[in-house]
């Protein structure tokens, strides 16, 4: 786990998520055609091609790991963190009320306890 990458992906998934409850609360959709809507689909995208390198980071490093880590659940945690913010986007991007930057929300707020959870795991047989 790269733990300066880690510390990042959180804050940038907070700083996410305050966005959507920001257009939450304007009472505006996450729409392509629009600055601001494009400009938060930019950031989730550099926030998903920063969990791929914790993802590619993480397999990388279990693969060598010389201590006991529950691997599948490790890896189902790299996965699944992966899998949270295509699904969000796609919906928030489909849903032209204001659930769907609420639905962003969740699952920006996701990625941060998932990393968590991660960090959790791979810490907890430290030798």
């Known amino acids: 786990m790269i733990e300066a990458l880690s510390t990042v992906l959180i804050v940038v998934s907070l700083v996410a998520a305050a966005w959507a409850a920001l257009l939450v609360v304007l009472g505006r959709v996450v729409l392509l055609g629009q600055r601001d809507g494009l400009a938060l689909v930019g950031l989730l995208a550099l926030l998903e091609l920063g969990l791929v390198a914790q993802a590619v980071a993480g397999f990388v490093a279990l693969a060598g790991a010389n201590r006991e880590v529950d691997g599948p659940s490790f890896g189902g945690y790299l996965v699944g963190v992966l899998v949270i913010l295509p699904l969000a986007a796609?919906?928030?991007?489909?849903?032209?009320?204001?659930?769907?930057?609420?639905?962003?929300?969740?699952?920006?707020?996701?990625?941060?306890?998932?990393?968590?959870?991660?960090?959790?795991?791979?810490?907890?047989?430290?030798?």
Not at 99 to 113: A, E, F, K, R
């Open 90 to 127: 796609a919906w928030a991007l489909l849903e032209h009320s204001r659930w769907g930057p609420s639905v962003l929300i969740v699952g920006c707020l996701t990625v941060p306890v998932m990393i968590v959870r991660l960090q959790q795991i791979w810490g907890a047989h430290v030798s």
